[in-house]
């Protein structure tokens, strides 16, 4: 199995809605993304999780509060959103974050965010 | 601090021309992905370069790392309509970066 999985596929929320995006990957690997991405921008990272602790944190505003609780989920939990962070939302996965051959990510197809 | 340009950012080539889009560096890179974005899709990993001047060739498409480890490009000899997407060089340093893109139209 060499895919990821996310859901919603889409998501329509108002700002004082609290809703959660969910990730799984069952290939094994020990480190997780969430990665924003605008539209005709490239993604940008919000979060690394490596080993199931958070290790990157990119300056991310609080309503984003991202949960990793084992090895093959990740979620990230939005709350009092902006209509700014609409956006498409894309987690990843890798075999680990560093080391002499930095590893391929794996991208799953994305939640679609709408923030109203 | 680290700047990197991706070029072109966009692209329209008839089916069968060649197409490169390149990532230029300001500063020397441990290693180098690119990865493809088709329309209404997710990244999807093609290649990673890690040694100076490395070239690697994935049936019509040629990858190089520059002997600096400070560009490099993608070559897509005689484009088809599935080629159709953003590709996006990406790299490691404090953490993972993407470049800006480069979108590919292909007209039949």
């Known amino acids: 199995d060499t895919e990821v999985t996310q859901t919603p596929k889409h998501l329509v929320m108002g700002m004082t809605n609290k809703k959660s995006l969910k990730c799984e990957q069952h290939m094994g690997h020990r480190a997780m993304y969430w990665y924003k991405q605008k539209a005709k921008k490239p993604p940008e990272l919000m979060f690394v999780y490596s080993y199931e602790k958070l290790s990157i944190n990119e300056s991310v505003p609080s309503r984003f509060s991202p949960e990793c609780p084992n090895s093959s989920l990740l979620n990230l939990h939005l709350h009092a959103l902006q209509p700014e962070d609409s956006a498409l939302y894309l987690c990843?996965?890798?075999?680990?974050?560093?080391?002499?051959?930095?590893?391929?990510?794996?991208f799953g197809p994305g939640t679609r965010l709408t923030v109203l | 601090g680290q700047q990197v340009m991706q070029i072109p950012q966009y692209q329209h080539v008839q089916e069968g021309e060649d197409f490169t889009t390149y990532c230029n560096s300001s500063t020397t890179l441990s290693n180098i992905q690119w990865y493809k974005q088709r329309p209404g899709g997710h990244p999807v990993f093609l290649i990673q370069?890690?040694?100076?001047?490395e070239v690697k060739k994935q049936k019509r498409l040629t990858f190089q790392f520059g002997e600096a480890k400070k560009n490099s490009s993608l070559h897509i000899t005689a484009t088809q309509t599935t080629d159709v997407g953003t590709y996006f060089c990406g790299w490691t340093g404090n953490q993972f970066y993407f470049g800006t893109g480069t979108s590919l139209t292909v007209i039949p």
């Open positions: 370069l890690v040694k100076s001047g």
């Open positions: 990843a996965s890798s075999q680990r974050t560093s080391g002499p051959s930095y590893n391929e990510q794996f």
